[in-house]
């Protein structure tokens, strides 16, 4: 069979089990997450994420992001790295990367071929409980130093909760997934922090104390050392152009030197760390302080890390869909804001990069998001919107997010497919006003396919099978 035969037969394989990231909606129970069952298929497979050690990253907002930085690094400094992480942009196969580049479509396929007669014995797995089982054993093969898993939803009963990590990362808390997780930031919280192990270390970004509460008080519990972000490790936004931000980081103790560093404006050789990041906006200086301070902790338990390699591994990190920039003039910007919360931080970002540009919205997101939230923090700053629909069967229909625009005074067409969207969101803009992408991952991710279908330049990631015949993969 040739590859992509099978990769396509994988697939349908994969998603012919329960996926929940599917579903419109659902109730978040142990009866539908239960740990035991992922416990039991990697039993089987002999416990592969039991090779490596592991950063595990939770939370609403940056931990795609920041768990991104964290693999760079980690793959800078000479370790063999896996990096899980969902949903995909574009190819299924960005789940499982090793190196920063993608599983190649074949090794997907015979580790699903491989996986089949195991998964067979366990009722009731879903697609993203062997998804994660393939992904732990694609790294065990191909014989990973170091790992750095996303939670998919949640902590506490997400599927990748069965790993022991090195270290616990928890990004920014917000409100989504309101209907699994809770209806406050302390119930979202709690569900979260259910990935830190005990005495295992544990990082938090920056939380509304609602939040940080629930967190420190189950690092207590289970007497592992907390370090925030924003109390410990302190971060501040130094430069920002299109193509990248530096940013200065340093741990509290270091505060007087730092203050001397200040006064004498900013020179002298006893400053704070200054790293760069072609991530853009303040929110990703906000995750890069996460990911380093992820990083010191990674240092403290064993595992190796330079500065030089801290340093190459931040500055040379891709993570596509996050206010990318797919060309500088007139600017057309990619973005996955898909709560209220994000839609601040992307507004915010527009205000940095963008200032006084028109700005033309190209919108489509699932049903079941703060949609108006997501407005109120967007239009203000919109000239006029375009809005779409994606596949996903949870994608709001274009006529109620056009009837939504229009309650906030914003003139408003649909235009469906997104890529065709996208064309006539470029048409609207002209020379003058910028395009934003923003709403869902689902979106970003057509806006993308159809920026290539044009012609445009576009990166992204590389993948193992256009490596030459000495590779390493196995």
């Known amino acids: 069979m040739d590859t992509e035969t ?8 994969l998603y012919s089990f329960v996926d929940y990231s599917m579903t419109r909606a659902l109730q978040f129970s142990p009866e539908k997450f239960d740990l035991s069952r992922m416990e039991r298929l990697l039993e089987r497979l002999g416990n592969p994420q039991q090779r490596y050690p592991i950063v595990h990253v939770a939370g609403t907002k940056g931990k795609g992001s920041t768990a991104a930085m964290i693999a760079s690094v980690l793959t800078a400094a000479g370790y ?47 697609t993203f409980e062997l998804t994660t089982a393939a992904a732990f054993l694609f790294f065990a ?27 616990s990362v928890i990004t920014s808390i917000s409100y989504d997934h309101m209907n699994l997780l809770g209806s406050t930031l302390g119930q979202i919280a709690a569900e979260k922090a259910g990935i830190i ?20 008080h189950t690092a207590e519990s289970r007497q592992s050392a907390l370090t925030v972000v924003g109390r410990d490790v302190l971060f501040a936004d130094w ?33 704070p760390v200054q790293l760069r990041t072609p991530l853009l906006g303040y929110h990703q200086v906000e995750n890069a302080a996460t990911a380093y301070a992820a990083l010191l902790s990674v240092r403290e338990a064993g595992l190796p890390v330079e500065d030089a390699a801290i340093q190459r591994g931040f500055a040379e990190v891709f993570w596509p869909g996050r206010f990318e920039v797919l060309r500088q003039e007139p600017p057309v910007v990619v973005d996955s804001a898909h709560n209220r919360d994000s839609a601040l931080r992307l507004r915010l970002a527009i205000e940095d990069y963008l200032p006084g540009r028109p700005v033309v919205l190209l919108f489509g997101a699932s049903e079941d ?56 969101a470029m048409t609207l803009a002209g020379s003058s006003a910028a395009v934003v992408v923003a709403g869902s991952l689902f979106i970003s ?22 490596m030459d015949d000495e590779s390493p993969l196995r």
């Open 6 to 13: 099978a990769y396509q037969e994988a697939l349908t394989y």
């Open 80 to 126: 063999r790295v896996g990096f899980y992480t969902s949903p995909h942009l574009q190819d299924f196969s960005e789940r499982m990367q090793l190196d920063g580049r993608l599983i190649s479509h074949r090794q997907l396929a015979d580790l699903v071929a491989e996986m089949k007669p195991v998964a067979a014995e366990i009722p009731q797995l879903t």
């Open 141 to 167: 093969r191909q014989g990973a130093t170091a790992a750095v898993i996303e939670v998919g939803l949640g902590g506490r009963l997400d599927a990748t909760n069965v790993v022991s990590p090195l270290v």
């Open 197 to 216: 192990k005990p005495g295992r270390p544990v990082v938090s970004a920056p939380q509304k104390m609602e939040a940080l509460e629930v967190i420190e």
């Open 239 to 271: 430069t920002h152009q299109m193509d990248g931000q530096t940013f200065l980081v340093w741990r509290a103790e270091e505060q007087e030197t730092v203050n001397r560093w200040i006064d004498a404006g900013g020179d002298g050789p006893h400053g």
């Open 369 to 424: 998001k703060d949609l108006e939230g997501m407005f109120a923090e967007l239009l203000p700053r919109v000239r006029q919107v375009v809005v779409t629909e994606s596949f996903h069967p949870r994608a709001a229909k274009a006529e109620d997010l056009a009837a939504l625009v229009r309650r906030f005074g914003r003139p408003v067409e649909i235009v469906r497919p997104a890529r065709t969207a996208l064309q006539r």
């Open 445 to 466: 991710a057509e806006a993308r396919d159809a920026w290539q279908a044009l012609g445009l330049p576009l990166r992204r990631f590389a993948t193992w099978d256009e």
